[in-house]
């Protein structure tokens, strides 16, 4: 049973950056199957997708975030993870973890999700 | 690529259809998705490349599509299919619609 499970600070202060790592309990990982992204939902509800990364490391950014986004991934512990700086109140969401399928050699659909983390940034 | 959901908010009875609509701004071609969302839970994949079920999803859960224009039925409302739908596409990045919340009347 895959299991995804989202770790991060909780609350923030605009300026700073947010790090989120999402620990992945599956041999799936490295296979090459899947790929692995991170979405977000405000506090409005709208889900908004911010990056994907394949276990070589190849990435693929939000054009709207792609100056404040990193993504990395450790093949060896299970984990990718998320770097967001600068981060400002409109960055208050709870952010997901998710493994996205392998579709035709391009990436798929969300088809595992983790519980969510909140992250509110606030002074 | 811009969805737009219709209607924000549906409220319907247990054992009635619905029917959830998304558009696109422009062509997504077969490359949409539908998700479930219950209160206080992450989404859930429903249906994938426009009317293919994923594992485990009721048969009551059927859409259809193509290009702009999509669609989501539930043939007959259960208790536990009052949440918020969400349509995503997957042809150019990754964009989703804004939800419908289907309620309870």
């Known amino acids: 049973q895959l299991q995804l499970q989202e770790s991060g600070p909780g609350l923030m202060k605009p300026s700073e950056t947010l790090s989120l790592t999402c620990t992945v309990s599956?041999?799936?990982?490295?296979?090459?199957?899947?790929?692995w992204g991170w979405v977000r939902q405000t506090p409005g509800r709208r889900l908004e997708w911010i990056a994907t990364?394949?276990?070589?490391?190849?990435?693929y950014y939000n054009p709207s975030l792609k100056s404040r986004v990193t993504m990395s991934v450790d093949t060896v512990r299970n984990q990718f993870s998320l770097r967001l700086t600068s981060v400002t109140a409109a960055d208050t969401a709870v952010y997901y973890c998710?493994?996205?399928?392998?579709?035709?050699?391009?990436?798929?659909?969300?088809?595992?999700w983790g519980r969510g983390t909140l992250v509110t940034v606030s002074s | 690529i811009v969805l737009t959901q219709s209607p924000a908010t549906l409220s319907l009875s247990p054992g009635e259809k619905a029917t959830l609509s998304c558009w696109a701004s422009?062509?997504?071609?077969?490359?949409l998705a539908w998700y479930q969302q219950r209160p206080g839970q992450a989404p859930r994949l429903l249906i994938y490349?426009?009317?293919s079920r994923a594992a485990g999803i009721p048969a009551r859960f059927s859409a259809s599509g193509s290009g702009t224009d999509f669609t989501l039925t539930i043939s007959s409302l259960e208790p536990e299919d009052f949440a918020v739908y969400y349509c995503?596409?997957?042809?150019?990045?990754?964009?989703f619609g804004q939800g419908t919340n289907l309620e309870i009347k």
């Open positions: 998710a493994r996205q399928g392998r579709s035709r050699g391009s990436v798929s659909y969300f088809d595992s």
């Open positions: 599956a041999d799936s990982f490295s296979s090459g199957s899947y790929y």
């Open positions: 990364i394949y276990f070589s490391g190849t990435t």
């Open positions: 422009q062509s997504v071609g077969n490359n």
């Open positions: 490349d426009v009317s």
């Open positions: 995503q596409q997957r042809s150019n990045w990754h964009t």
